[in-house]
């Protein structure tokens, strides 16, 4: 993990792309500006600017990630994600100008450059979450992807009970409960807004429920209720004075690393004085910082039913290693500070808090994830 390169600068890269005549990986970040009056319907034309302002030419970005003198194309998500953003943009009245993380691109050009970006991540400011998608079209992804999309579905897949319920209503369950804690430390209210947390889910989820048939109650249903007072009590022994400040499910993003993730929780103590936050139900926070030296703690939280990852030599298994490693690399891109990072299993006997250091995924590696470097490295 401390041997990465630094990431390549932007006019190196492009020199390079434009030296080559086939696709090339790159992992750059760009600002792209549409020109209307040359995209359609099977065709964005793109001006293209680094970070300074410095003007990189013009790009394409053809569907199925089609480029003049390739072979054939296929389907390919890049093409419509943009173009759904940049109307979306348009739709709002605002220029439609976003970041890219460029990926793969070719100069498919021969007496002049004619570059094509193929593959590339829209940066977390013009980006909609999955969740959000839900929520606004009041529908699952699937339907989403289906008539927004334009995502064809497969017609043998079965429609299996949906396990992530448990794990949507343990997740807003937690933080409802650390909001609470850390307000008045109390467990009997803590233990209360869990309880709402959960009930909340349920309610936003029903649908998926019904998917799920049973004469009696499953882990589906019991799971998130059991975990109540062990999670509650977890939050005690962690914060007893409730002397920290949190980030849950926030969205962040590391421009160097091209990486951008929602964690479950972040959790940032001062060494010296009482981080106090009163972060309510409906979204708004209230700060007071006492302190300006902190510690930073992340937290990405899995049930038991997730599968896992394993280490041959001892046999052991944890859930959400992958997950948690790529949260703890972009914290640690940002300043070069590594967060103490820990995967909560979630179970009918309890919690379980697995230091990223002894995750079944990084042990058999023997990667050293907690070492300090260049924030840039």
């Known amino acids: 993990m401390t041997d990465a390169r630094p990431p390549e600068p932007i006019r190196a890269a492009w020199a390079r792309l434009l030296a080559a005549r086939r696709p090339l990986y790159l992992d750059v970040p760009v600002l792209a500006r549409k020109l209307p009056e040359r995209s359609g319907p099977s065709r964005l034309v793109l001006e293209l600017t680094a970070e300074d302002g410095a003007r990189l030419g013009r790009a394409h970005v053809f569907p199925g990630e089609w480029y003049p003198g390739a072979r054939r194309s296929s389907f390919s998500h890049y093409f419509l994600v943009l173009q759904r953003a940049l109307a979306g943009l348009e739709a709002e009245g605002r220029e439609p100008r976003l970041r890219l993380q460029v990926l793969k691109a070719v100069n498919a050009g021969r007496d002049r450059p004619y570059l094509v970006l193929l593959k590339f991540v829209v940066a977390p400011e013009f980006a909609v979450t999955g969740g959000r998608l839900e929520q606004l079209y009041r529908c699952p992804l699937s339907a989403y992807y289906q008539h927004f999309i334009g995502v064809g579905r497969d017609a043998l897949r079965d429609a299996t009970a949906p396990a992530f319920a448990a794990g949507q209503a343990l997740h807003r369950g937690y933080q409802r409960a650390a ?16 309880d709402r947390g959960v009930v909340s889910a349920w309610a936003d989820d029903f649908a998926y429920y019904l998917l799920a048939p ?26 007893p004075d409730g002397g920290v400040r ?110 990223l250091p002894t995750h079944p995924l990084v042990t058999p590696a023997q990667a050293h994830v907690l070492g300090t470097r260049d924030p840039d490295r």
């Open 179 to 194: 909001q609470e804690w850390v307000r008045g430390q109390d467990p009997v209210t803590a233990l209360a807004a869990y």
């Open 214 to 239: 049973s004469q009696r109650p499953t882990r589906l249903h019991t799971l998130p209720i059991q975990a109540g007072p062990t999670i509650v009590r977890r939050l005690g022994e962690r914060w």
């Open 246 to 355: 949190l980030f849950q499910e926030r969205l962040f993003y590391s421009p160097a690393r091209g990486l951008a993730g929602r964690a479950d929780r972040i959790a940032q103590r001062s060494a010296e004085l009482k981080v106090l936050s009163a972060e309510s139900e409906d979204g708004s926070t209230q700060h007071s910082v006492l302190s300006t030296q902190h510690s930073r703690e992340l937290y990405e939280l899995k049930t038991t039913g997730y599968s896992a990852d394993r280490d041959p030599r001892t046999g052991r298994v944890a859930p959400g290693g992958v997950q948690a490693l790529a949260y703890h690399e972009i914290l640690r891109s940002l300043d070069g500070q590594s967060p103490e990072t820990y995967v909560e299993v979630v179970a009918p006997e309890g919690v379980e808090a697995v230091p």
